[in-house]
């Protein structure tokens, strides 16, 4: 609803989705110094506090409605975009309370969440939409309730104490561990997959409003992609556990190609929906891989730096992918954007396949 509110509120209405941006940077700026301070205080803190702060957030955009503020509006989308960066360490959190054979199961699990909001988001939003005299402010309180249910849970969750990240048990240099070839094939397919997938996404409802498809149309594809993201969450952990990480991200790489050859070849309904939905799979095989693949990168005195650049990493990728979708599109066109993921599919492929052939390399010489 960031878009469709900034447009209602913004006088400029080439900015109507800078509360979107704003929402990203929120997530980017926040993530490196909240991994640190979990890190110390813990998962169970750190989750309530994040929690806290999207009530806030939400409390901040209703009263934006209310006296009809674009900036106030930017500001509280900022402080929620906090909120999302805390929530993205869960699959983190999944994997250190783990044994370590489930931890792609317990990555992929919390990712298939994502099922579940695809479907209550939207719902919520609608219900929400007409509850008060100013639009959309009944969804920001829906918002709170959420956040209200998600202390309730958070509060009863048990994780180990934190290792503390002190000068005698700090573990190796942030460079050091960012040096590794898994650091690095985990970040590219992790930051480019998840870009590349933004770019896209959020320039569908603008290529279907140029090829003359009602918004209704384009609600229902992003809604499939939305599954297509998350539904393969119920069985990625255990594709990663019998056939590796690295060829679940091929694989991830392979079915974005198909998508782009779809979207490349027609401009129907059909079309928009099978490209989103193999977009979608993609993306998880991508993500899910990249992020059990970071998880073998570092020491848990180690986890809260490299899970915090790993996250920086991603959100400014996103954060430029959704700044820029909706002028490329409009300037190049919807065909000319999927032929230029093409070559990022190509680097995020080389990456894992190099890895996979020097991991093989080594026993061979061994």
């Not at 509360?19 to 640190?36: D, F, H, N, R």
């Not at 805390?86 to 983190?92: I, M």
């Not at 190049?332 to 032929?339: D, L, Q, V």
Request: proline share 4%.
């Amino acid at each position: 609803m960031n878009g469709l509110v900034g447009f209602s509120l913004a006088e400029n209405k080439a900015l109507a989705t800078f509360g979107a941006t704003t929402y990203v940077l929120g997530s980017a700026i926040a993530t490196m110094p909240m991994s640190l301070w979990m890190g110390r205080v813990g998962r169970r803190t750190g989750f309530m506090a994040g929690a806290t702060v999207n009530i806030v957030g939400c409390v901040v955009a209703a009263i934006a409605l209310q006296i009809r503020s674009f900036p106030l509006f930017c500001v509280a989308t900022f402080i929620i975009g906090v909120y999302n960066a805390v929530g993205l360490q869960y699959r983190f959190a999944a994997a250190e309370v783990a044994a370590p054979s489930h931890r792609a199961m317990a990555i992929s699990l919390v990712l298939a969440g994502g099922v579940i909001g695809g479907f209550i988001g939207p719902q919520s939003i609608r219900i929400g939409r007409d509850l008060f005299a100013t639009p959309f402010q009944g969804s920001f309180v829906m918002l709170v309730l959420f956040a209200l249910v998600a202390l309730a849970v958070q509060s009863q969750v048990h994780v180990p104490r934190p290792v503390f990240d002190t000068a005698a048990g700090r573990g190796r240099p942030l460079s050091e561990i960012a040096r590794q070839p898994a650091f690095v094939v985990a970040v590219i397919a992790g930051a480019l997959g998840y870009g590349l997938m933004n770019l896209l996404m959020t320039a569908t409802p603008i290529a279907m409003d140029f090829c003359g498809h009602p918004f209704s149309d384009a609600a229902w594809v992003i809604e499939w992609h939305v599954v297509g993201m998350f539904l393969p969450g119920f069985f990625t952990g255990s594709l990663i556990r019998r056939y590796g990480t690295l060829p679940v991200i091929l694989a991830g790489t392979g079915l974005s190609v198909v998508a782009v050859f779809v979207a490349l070849h027609g401009i129907t309904v059909a079309h928009f929906v099978a490209a989103l939905v193999f977009l979608g799979i993609g993306w998880n095989f991508m993500y899910t891989g990249g992020t059990t693949l970071l998880t073998e990168t570092y020491a848990p005195n180690e986890k809260a730096r490299t899970q915090g650049l790993n996250d920086l990493i991603v959100f400014t990728t996103m954060g430029v992918s959704s700044f820029a979708s909706g002028a490329l599109v409009t300037a190049t066109g919807w065909e000319t954007m999927n032929r230029a993921a093409l070559p990022v599919l190509a680097v995020i492929a080389f990456a894992a396949a190099w890895l996979m052939w020097a991991r093989r390399r080594v026993p061979a010489a061994a």
